[in-house]
């Protein structure tokens, strides 16, 4: 009974950890400045323990770049270069070398899981109309979301460069079948100030 109960829990702990993982990366925020970073969308697997564990003693050396903050559905994350599993165990990730905030289509990857407090969890309670930020604490770019998606995960069209400035989160759904797409379009860039 105990065993069954362990197994039926371990995906609330796995959860609790990568919480405690993102909030420590964002209380301890050191930006780097990265100079490679892996960005094949078709090698992220699902989030493991593994994953969850050998981040824990690297917060420091991980390419943080920015923030993301969605006050509406409590969802604050550190943004990192590039798509490792390590990134990814902790924060959101780029999905392109070359993409910048504030310009193009700025498309960042995160982990679905089943806690609604947990990495990009809280996506799935985003409306039309919600306010997304991201910052590089340099200045903070205001996105509001125009479109929800739900989409095969063969539809890479969805992260081509746009001209418009434009945001594209990008997560699993439930069951991992397919993606959730949620996109917006920039409102406003101020200068950099706490939220």
Avoid at 19 to 33: D, G, H, K
Avoid at 165 to 183: G, H, P, S
Wanted: net charge negative; with cysteine; hydrophobic share 40%.
């Amino acid at each position: 009974m105990l065993a069954g109960l362990l197994l039926l829990s371990n995906s609330w702990w796995k959860d609790q950890v990568a919480v405690s993982n993102s909030e420590r990366v964002t209380e301890e925020l050191q930006l780097q400045q990265p100079e490679q970073g892996e960005f094949d969308f078709a090698s992220v697997t699902p989030l493991s323990w593994d994953d969850l564990l050998s981040v824990r003693n690297r917060f420091h050396d991980l390419p943080t770049i920015g923030l993301i903050l969605v006050p509406d559905i409590d969802l604050e994350l550190p943004i990192l270069y590039g798509l490792d599993a390590d990134n990814l165990a902790v924060g959101a990730g780029t999905m392109r070398p070359d993409q910048q905030m504030g310009k193009g289509n700025y498309a960042l990857a995160g982990h679905y899981t089943q806690s609604p407090t947990s990495l990009f969890g809280p996506l799935h309670e985003i409306e039309i109309g919600t306010l997304v930020y991201v910052t590089d604490l340099t200045a903070t770019y205001e996105y509001v979301v125009t479109s929800l998606e739900t989409v095969p995960p063969s539809r890479i069209d969805v992260l081509d460069d746009t001209t418009e400035a434009t945001i594209t989160l990008v997560t699993c759904t439930f069951d991992a079948t397919e993606r959730l797409i949620v996109k917006g379009r920039l409102a406003n860039k101020t200068p950099y100030s706490p939220l």
